[in-house]
């Protein structure tokens, strides 16, 4: 049996977990931190006799100081013993069964951190980084560059799709649109949007995520600056200008997923992923706040020429400071290469899509189904809002806006606290399946409790509650479903959320057309209703069929 320790540093060492007269060693690419051994002898590291019982004393030959400390671990490949590394109950029981050739791996005395992990010795993850005297670590990590450019595109994205429905009121009005062809100009964006969800994920898998979202972006930019000048050539430019900012925004959440797979290691991805998808929200708000101003001082098309530009610079910075992999990046560290891998090699971009494969995987249709059944719910919330806000609670149209923002914050705001709580259950050792299960169950449930709880308030004020509640409750699936597309197969991470997006845009399409017919026949308790069913069948879909763990090579 030998002993070691686990402490992770900005250097790269093999942890000498030694057997019998030391030459047989025991390394994992996963171990990286200065050692030193504990051997039988005197504080000045003269070594005594076997048959000399003396306590174990730090030698440690290159006198590496460190501000950190971990405990002992033992590690056995004696399947009678114990298997693989453990942590013994009491210290006297750090030497029991140890040989004079054994060694313990440890640091030197000044003691900070304290880790314990279980598992296989190449399971052991990095847990911490500890910078070594004189050695300086970067204030920022490249890893949340990537992630902080993500966030700003998206919420250009939501910027740029949301200033349409304040500009169309104008715009409507001078050219004497009847509300038919507003219909049609509004949806003509899903066009293009539900063209490009799998085509951006293959793309994205292909040739990496940098160069898909800087297309999109770009494309989607452009389309939007275009809009008043397609508008006064014609309705049918028009539609095909919506249409291609439609193309640009449907390569974004697959090249973004993709390109974090790369990026951000297991131990962060929930908190990465709510940030940049809080991005889609802050947009939402920012489109809806500072649209009615920019209308009013400069004209409607003002709003597509400002927000369009913003792009410009947007791209700029990405191009300067993005990668689509850390192995392709010349500016980052060592230390944050090997804790982004984590000891794992970085693969070759996908060259061919196995569409058996994937489609024949159940998680991968739990992700399918389940993305459907949440975005139903999601997507009437946020477009018939306003319209029950109106009838319902009889708020005035410039009551009713402001009260759509409400919502979006909500879930700006919950998307991160779902994020935080859930990457610090992974690092409490709960299983990523068990992480994404509980954490998409509150984005299913959630909701489904405060809509049935809606039907039954009388209150403006509590309605209003308890559309903020479930809004705030569904964000909690930026760490359930949304994060699990790179758990089950990060190599495949665009196609799959391609895949599971698609689904989610039919629901919004066919939900928001369902909720007129709806209305037509039935109430608004009729509505909330089917939403309530769907939330349940995500709801045990998810439970059954998912996972956390990889499926796809």
């Not at 809009?227 to 439609?246: D, E, N, S, W, Y």
């Amino acid at each position: 049996m030998a002993m070691g320790a686990v402490l992770s540093s900005n250097r790269a060492f093999a942890s000498p977990l030694s057997s019998a007269g030391g030459k047989q060693q025991h390394t994992s690419p996963h171990c990286r931190w200065p050692v030193c051994s504990l051997v039988p002898g005197d504080r000045n590291g003269r070594q005594t006799p076997a048959s000399v019982q003396q306590p174990l004393t730090r030698f440690c030959p290159k006198r590496r100081l460190l501000s950190s400390r971990v405990e002992c671990f033992l590690y056995s490949s004696d399947p009678a013993v114990t298997s693989g590394w453990h942590k013994p109950k009491r210290r006297e029981n750090l030497t029991a069964g140890l040989d004079t050739a054994s060694s313990c791996v440890v640091p030197t005395r000044n003691c900070k951190a304290k880790f314990e992990m279980t598992g296989s010795q190449s399971d052991v993850p990095v847990e911490a980084e500890a910078v070594l005297p004189g050695q300086d670590a970067p204030w920022f990590p490249k890893r949340w560059t990537i992630v902080v450019l993500c966030f700003f595109s998206f919420l250009l994205c939501n910027m740029d799709r949301v200033n349409m429905s304040i500009a169309i009121l104008p715009m409507s009005a001078e050219y004497g649109w009847s509300p038919a062809t507003v219909g049609l100009i509004q949806s003509s964006f899903f066009w293009g949007y539900l063209l490009t969800q799998i085509l951006g994920g293959i793309w994205a898998d292909r040739f990496g995520g940098k160069v898909v979202l800087g297309f999109g972006v770009v494309w989607w930019s452009i389309a939007t600056m275009l809009t008043p000048v397609a508008a006064k050539l014609g309705l049918p430019f028009l539609l095909i200008v919506r249409a291609f900012m439609g193309i640009g925004e449907g390569v974004a959440m697959p090249a973004m997923n993709n390109i974090l797979s790369k990026w951000i290691p297991v131990s962060e991805r929930s908190r990465s992923l709510s940030l940049v998808y809080s991005g889609m929200y802050l947009g939402s708000v920012t489109g809806l706040a500072f649209s009615p101003f920019l209308i009013s001082k400069f004209g409607w098309p003002s709003v597509f020429y400002a927000f369009g530009s913003l792009g410009s610079i947007w791209f700029a910075l990405w191009q300067r400071k993005a990668r689509s992999s850390p192995s392709e990046d010349p500016d980052i560290s060592e230390d944050e290469k090997r804790h982004i891998l984590g000891g794992n090699a970085t693969k070759e971009p996908v060259s061919s899509i196995p569409w058996r494969l994937i489609l024949s995987k159940p998680p991968v249709w739990a992700l399918i189904i389940s993305h459907f059944c949440h975005n139903w719910g999601t997507f009437i919330l946020l477009t018939w809002m306003p319209t029950y806000y109106n009838q319902v609670l009889k708020f005035n149209l410039t009551e009713s806006g402001l009260l759509c923002v409400l919502p979006w914050l909500t879930m700006a705001v919950f998307a991160n606290i779902g994020g935080w709580i859930a990457d610090t259950l992974v690092a409490k050792g709960v299983s990523i399946t068990n992480v994404r299960k509980i954490m998409q169950s509150i984005g299913f449930l959630g909701p489904a409790f405060f809509l049935t709880l809606l039907s039954k308030v009388r209150t403006p004020a509590m309605a209003v509650l308890c559309m903020a509640c479930s809004q705030g409750s569904d964000a909690f699936s930026q760490s359930g479903l949304y994060s699990n597309h790179q758990d089950i197969g990060p190599r495949y991470a665009g196609v799959l959320l391609g895949l599971s997006n698609t689904a989610g845009v039919l629901a919004g399409v066919f939900g928001t057309a369902a909720t007129g017919y709806i209305l037509q026949k039935g109430s608004w308790d009729n509505v909330f209703q089917v939403s309530v069913i769907l939330y349940i069948v995500g709801t045990v879909v998810w439970n059954v069929f998912s996972t956390g763990e990889r499926i796809l090579e």
